[in-house]
């Protein structure tokens, strides 16, 4: 219990973003003040709280107020994604405070992934702004689907992963211990960590990246799904004269909107150079071009680009309907390139939509955490750990 009591103590403390004193916590957690000022203490100890100064609230000596130390733990959040790994070190606030990223070897060897994570997570950690011993954990958000419970992950689009035990082998590796999180669910961690004055009980998460995901957020709560690997709307049907999706049928929204397949249409109609079979990183370049392309009206690279709104607008209005959300954010390693000629065109498709029928307007804005978004929610998964009293967020382990 003591565990719990101090996540819900800690828990507090970081939401009053402007300091609160013991009286004030104790009211608010509901423990004896005995309790709560034990908890405190060691807190204090631990360094992961600090005193911030004394208030005057009427009559009586002034309290102490307390708020937390963002230096008192760090945790490391890493995004394996078929083109790049990115690497971010967090605080106990998820501010960022170390970056790296590195193109995914393109070796589909395994071990010389594990290889190149392994060097570059100690690199951070060689960080003198990171002290090893605050370092909490090692977060990983990977494709789905993943097995949680093997800590086992099997990337689609990395030849030669098939059933890489990968937690296994970093905590191996780094003796830290290590959470995996399907790579759109470690998104939706992050914006819940994202401090904001919207209202953010209830959300979904567009994730666009080398496939396309949904995460879904109620009451607060980030939904998972039985094994951890909700949120796949790929075979969603957008459009009845859409492409042929692998699956057999017409129009599915993650084949429309895959960025392999886009950069390949284009390079069929002259717009862009293409290799015949493009590495990773030869499509992730490729779309680049592609989106500033359509950015400056190209006659090929505008309509593609367009289509894409349409297509996502669709699945958002669905999407919409089904979950009665007023809030979807976009994010994701490909996002931020598409939204600069697709985002006012996705709104418009969804405000005309005859097909929305939710009583209020539906908002579409990008993540406020830029590219690095599943990066930053897989280490925040690690600080969930340390501040969720619910048992969710206690399965962390080093097996
Ligand atoms: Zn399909």
Known sequence: MGGFNRAVVLDVIRRSRLGISRVELAAA?????QTVTNVVRRLLEAGLVREAGRQVSGPGKPRTMLELEPRGGFAI?????PSFITYVVVDLESNVVAHSQSRTPLSPEPEAVLESMEGSIRELLGNPDVPAERVLGVGIAAPGPIDRDRGVVAPPLMPGWTEVPLRGALITRLGLPVALEKDVTAAVVAELWTV???????FAFLYYGTGIGLGVVTDNQALRGATWNSGDIGHLMVRSDGPLCPCG???CLGHATSPSRLVRVAAEAGALRLARRPTAPEVDEAFTEL????ADGHPVAAPIIRQVATDIA???VTIANLLDVT???CGGPFWDRLAGPALADIRAAIDGSPSLVTPHPIRVSGSERGPDVTAVGAACQVLDTVFSPHPSGLLIDRT
Request: glycine content about 14%.
């Open 196 to 202: 904001s004055d919207r209202d953010r009980d209830d």
């Open 249 to 251: 049928r017409i129009g």
């Open 29 to 33: 957690v509901g423990l004896a003040p």
């Open 327 to 329: 809030e979807v954010i």
């Open 77 to 81: 959040g890493v995004h394996l994604d």
């Open 291 to 294: 989106c500033r392309l359509a």
């Open 314 to 316: 669709t699945g958002i």
